[in-house]
């Protein structure tokens, strides 16, 4: 179709996004259709797809086993991209450096979502390799075709997600000439390329001039840990949306900040200290991340939704996701069975029990919490305790624990549950 009018790229944004304000990242083989459901429930208002490499998914059938049992990853077009109905809005990121292609990929599934995004700011070794991602920032002539190419092939609008470069000069151009080429919004992660693994400062201030210099809708990106962070980064780059990665892996509920309370001056969970000229925060109140209780009930919540939405929700990406949800848990000697199990579980074609794994690491966690208190109280004998009185019970039941057997263990007891997934 023609190029929007700017005017037109806010009504899409207005209209059909429905102006969101907190949005979640596209992950390759975690943004999946159960984990945007999970987070859509919990305050993200809009979502991307996984990167599809659009070489890989042409050259796959469309149909057939899901998983590729060498990899644990997609073997088939309808594994790389599932939707449902709900899934919405939703933009579908696309990786490649071939215009012909990459039009060729999106009109594939154009009508499932509601804009195709372009990855501009993958530094991995294979984008290297293959010239996209952030690589392709080398080559603006490139990228011009590329989006030209799919603004006048496609029915819906196309977006760009870019990493920032050294200079916020050259940044802002690229950004312009994005503009200029007919993207209807801009995700820029304020990284450099060399900042690999998704980590180190982040650039704030070129994505502020990023969005002074734009006149379409600009989502910024990087080390936004909390729902404070989130609306700090928008009061004070302007931007209209934020966009997190992996801290909404850790904590899916991240932008409906359930653990800590709203306090003045914004107390949100927060892991680590953060650039304190951009994100002001009180000392005092640095919260903590979720507690055990709350760990097991989002890696349970998780389990439930890849049950609801079971297409695309590969043992790759489940076991990925609870070890990211779990990482507390997974780290701590007694849990080191589940952490190898969780491990094993990535490459499988089978069926897994992983709701009783979940179960298994919160049992444990809560009888190390026990004993702990109970030593603290120095009343290791823990005489007529009858179970677990301890303030951090949950929802979460651990059927058949049967309580402290006695004993030196180091190991807590393992109990029997009724399996979610
Ligand atoms: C597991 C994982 C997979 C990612 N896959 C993609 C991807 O497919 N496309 C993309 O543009 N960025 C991808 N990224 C980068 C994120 O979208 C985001 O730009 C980056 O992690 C910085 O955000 P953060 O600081 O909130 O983590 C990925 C990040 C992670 C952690």
């Not at 080429?181 to 400062?201: F, K, S």
């Not at 069975?337 to 919160?362: D, G």
Request: hydrophobic share 40%; aromatic share 4%.
């Amino acid at each position: 179709m023609p190029s929007l009018t700017i005017e037109q790229r806010w009504t899409w944004w207005r209209e059909t996004l429905g102006s969101p304000r907190y949005c979640c990242a596209p992950m390759v083989l975690q943004s999946e259709l159960a984990f945007r459901m999970m987070v859509r429930r919990h305050g993200s208002t809009l979502c991307y797809s996984p990167m599809i490499p659009v070489e890989a998914f042409l050259r796959l059938p469309a149909d057939g086993p899901p998983v590729a049992p060498s990899t644990g990853g997609p073997a088939t077009q309808a594994a790389y991209f599932t939707t449902c109905g709900a899934d919405r809005p939703l933009l579908a990121q696309f990786g490649g450096n071939d215009a012909g292609q990459m039009l060729a990929a999106a009109l594939l599934i154009q009508r499932h979502v509601d804009g195709v995004d372009i990855n501009l700011g993958c530094p991995q070794a294979c984008a290297c390799k293959g010239g996209y991602g952030a690589f392709l920032m080398d080559h603006p002539d490139r990228v011009r075709g590329i989006v030209e190419t799919l603004v006048a092939g496609l029915d819906v609008p196309v977006t760009a997600k870019i990493r920032v470069f050294p200079e916020v000069e050259r940044t802002v151009a690229f950004a312009k000439m994005l503009e200029a080429a007919g993207v209807a919004a801009l995700a820029v992660h304020g990284r450099r390329r060399e900042q690999r693994m998704h980590q180190g400062t982040v650039d704030y201030d070129s994505i502020a001039a990023v969005k002074a210099a734009l006149s379409i809708p600009v989502i910024a990106n990087g080390n936004v840990r909390s729902k404070a962070d989130a609306d700090a980064v928008l009061a004070s780059t302007g931007v209209d949306c934020v966009m997190s990665a992996t801290a909404l892996l850790a904590n899916p509920r991240l932008f409906s900040c359930m653990h800590a309370p709203e306090a003045p001056g914004g107390g949100c969970m927060h892991a680590e200290p953060q650039q304190p000229s951009l994100l002001i925060r009180q000392p005092a109140l640095q919260p903590k991340g979720p507690t055990l209780e709350e760990r097991a009930q989002m890696a349970l919540e998780y389990l439930e939704c890849c049950k609801a939405y079971p297409s695309g929700a590969l043992p790759r990406m489940i076991s990925d996701h609870l070890r990211e949800i779990l990482r507390p848990d997974l780290n701590l000697p007694f849990n080191v069975e589940e952490r190898n199990e969780i491990e094993a579980h990535r490459k499988t074609t089978l069926p897994i029990q992983f709701a009783s794994l979940v179960r298994r690491v919160h049992a444990h966690g809560r009888e190390h919490a026990r004993r702990q208190r109970e030593q603290a109280r120095g009343s290791i004998s823990a005489r007529g305790s009858g179970g677990d009185q301890g303030g951090d019970r949950g929802s979460i039941s651990a059927r058949g624990s049967g309580g402290d057997q006695g004993g030196d263990r180091s190991r807590p007891e393992t109990v029997r549950v009724t399996e979610i997934v």
